[in-house]
């Protein structure tokens, strides 16, 4: 007998560990998360949420929430500067940039816009203390279930499920799943106990702590905003780093622990001395918040899955901080996760589906490890992404940040025919053009006189996305659906305003070309986005699309139903 009952169980309740309990708990999966911790961390640790993530939150109803709590680096920022001190850094001596003026009354020259790669904006920065209290309250609103101050202390698995003993609160039970997650950091106990290897150099030089302070230093920033001041001279060397652009602060500072150092020895006071001695003036007031040891690591899990059990996030890739890879690259693992689980617990899909996990998320986890460490060895090539760079990036083999965070590309066995090369590693809108296995093409189009990203589209389900023609694909979706018992969306992006109520409407008829198909050909795209099939024109019967979800759901023709 067991104390609890649940589908999936996720070990650690961080950002990934939110991220998948949210979106499994969105497909209706019955979810438990716990995590050791007593709270949500008040440590912003990561700061830079990237694109496929907005997109991601996007579809979980959460951008305006995510943009409410971000952090406005519009005011001019200087990217990265240097000094001795934060007081003697030479940017901050020039004049700060004049305010805005306000835009002259009149007709504005027509210039068309740049094509947006993806629907997702905040106004700059979201520290992952501020995702994760957005995360949270959206999961338990989702149904997932949430324990703090719980922590897995030993799991079995066998061919039916999971056992797990969880130490919390009010004592140990146990806890029966179908699968577990694993988003328990970098040195996920869950790996270790499942004696998966590493591959990877591993730590990347001396522990470090993390630092957060909270200061009013308009004395010392005069008017400008930067994102990292790296402090060097022959006694000091660390980085401070911007998280609020007004009151809070982080310092990353090293220490030795052959000389006989070690995380507790920075106490307030002592980390106080180090903040006054990087500012380069005791006259700010400095409140100590926190204090977070922790070291750079580049490791990859030599597998993301063993039986019922999954890795995810750091657990599963520990990624350099340049480039904003890692929480990243964990979120999108939680996102393609979820929907597989959902599909598989509710016997719309073989279990064989899981094993697509392993094949897509582990070489884009080692392309994020890999874009990470080319650019800790030569950090010009990430803080500078200017034009003139491009051959010396190529030659290093540095690929732009947005390609990495939107441009991987799957080959397995949920994708039809892929094509897994990257036309370009410098511009990412020559990668997301309807090719199998890449996330599908965003294009503003209008539903009911509303503007809506192809994206919005998708919904989490299976959707075909039809052009103009494709009205047949429509109608081979309705039965398709009906037969596998599988949701199933359909819309036909027209350019037709009189097509009738709940039209998707594309007045410049740009779908079929940002796609890869004629006007009667069409898009299956599935639940996270990512194009599982491409036919260029109709459809020779209403089985072809039956006979390719069949294909890519490890179905048998002798367990659809009616």
Request: hydrophobic residues 40%.
């Amino acid at each position: 007998m067991h104390d609890a009952r649940v589908q999936v169980l996720v070990a650690g309740a961080g950002t990934v560990g939110l991220t998948a309990a949210l979106f499994l708990a969105r497909h209706g999966v019955d979810v438990l998360a716990v995590e050791r911790q007593p709270g949500l961390s008040e440590h912003p640790r990561a700061t830079g949420v990237g694109p496929r993530t907005l997109e991601i939150l996007r579809e979980a109803g959460l951008a305006e929430a995510i943009d409410e709590v971000a952090v406005d680096m519009a005011k001019g920022s200087l990217g990265k500067i240097k000094g001795e001190t934060l007081a003697s850094a030479d940017a901050l001596t020039r004049p700060a940039p004049p305010a805005r003026r306000a835009p002259v009354p009149g007709p504005r020259p027509t210039v068309e816009p740049p094509q947006e790669v993806g629907p997702g904006r905040i106004r700059g920065t979201c520290p992952q203390n501020r995702l994760d209290a957005v995360l949270l309250p959206a999961a338990r609103r989702h149904g997932a279930t949430v324990l703090y101050g719980t922590e897995l202390v030993s799991f079995s698995q066998d061919d039916e499920g999971v056992t797990a003993i969880l130490d919390g609160p009010d004592g140990r039970r146990s806890v029966r799943a179908d699968y577990l997650v694993a988003a328990d950091g970098v040195q996920s106990p869950v790996r270790a106990a499942l004696a998966i290897p590493t591959t990877g150099p591993g730590p990347l030089g001396g522990p470090k702590v993390n630092i957060l302070f909270r200061a009013d230093l308009t004395s010392l920033t005069r008017g400008h905003s930067f994102v990292a001041c790296e402090i060097t001279r022959p006694d000091f060397h660390g980085m401070l780093m911007t998280i609020d652009g007004d009151r809070e602060w982080v310092l990353h500072f090293g220490y030795d622990p052959d000389a006989g150092e070690s995380a507790r020895d920075f106490t307030p006071e002592r980390c106080r001395d180090l903040v006054h001695s990087a500012l380069g003036s005791r006259a700010p007031e400095v409140e100590i918040v926190s204090v977070l040891p922790w070291r750079i690591r580049a490791l990859v899990a030599s597998r993301f899955s063993d039986g019922r059990v999954f890795l995810a996030g750091d657990a599963a890739h520990a990624v350099p901080p340049l480039g904003a890879f890692g929480m990243n690259t964990g979120i999108a693992d939680a996102h393609n996760l979820a929907w597989k689980l959902a599909l598989v617990l509710r016997g719309r899909a073989a279990p064989d589906l899981l094993d697509t996990y392993d094949a897509e998320r582990r070489p884009v986890g080692a392309l994020a490890v890999e874009q990470a460490r080319l650019r800790l060895a030569d950090p010009r090539l990430h803080w500078d992404a200017s034009p003139a760079l491009a051959a010396e990036r190529a030659r290093a083999g540095v690929v732009n940040s947005p390609v990495v965070h939107l441009g991987c590309r799957y080959d397995s066995t949920a994708v039809i025919a892929p094509v897994t090369d990257l036309p370009s590693h410098e511009d990412i809108t020559l990668d997301l053009d309807g090719a199998p296995g890449s996330r599908v093409p965003h294009l503003w189009v209008t539903r009911d006189g509303a503007r809506i990203s192809t994206l919005d589209l998708v919904r989490s389900r299976f959707t075909v996305l039809a052009g103009p023609r494709g009205a047949a694909w429509i109608q081979a979706a309705t039965g398709v659906a009906d037969r596998l018992g599988l949701e199933l969306g359909a819309e036909l992006i027209t350019t037709d305003p009189d097509a009738g109520p709940d039209t998707v409407l594309d007045p410049g008829g740009r779908w079929p070309a940002a796609a890869g198909i004629t006007p009667g050909g069409a898009l299956l795209v599935r639940p996270d986005g990512f194009v599982a099939w491409r036919a260029a024109d109709l459809p020779d019967s209403g089985r072809d699309l039956e006979r390719v979800l069949i294909r890519l759901l490890g179905l048998k023709t002798d367990v659809r139903r009616g």
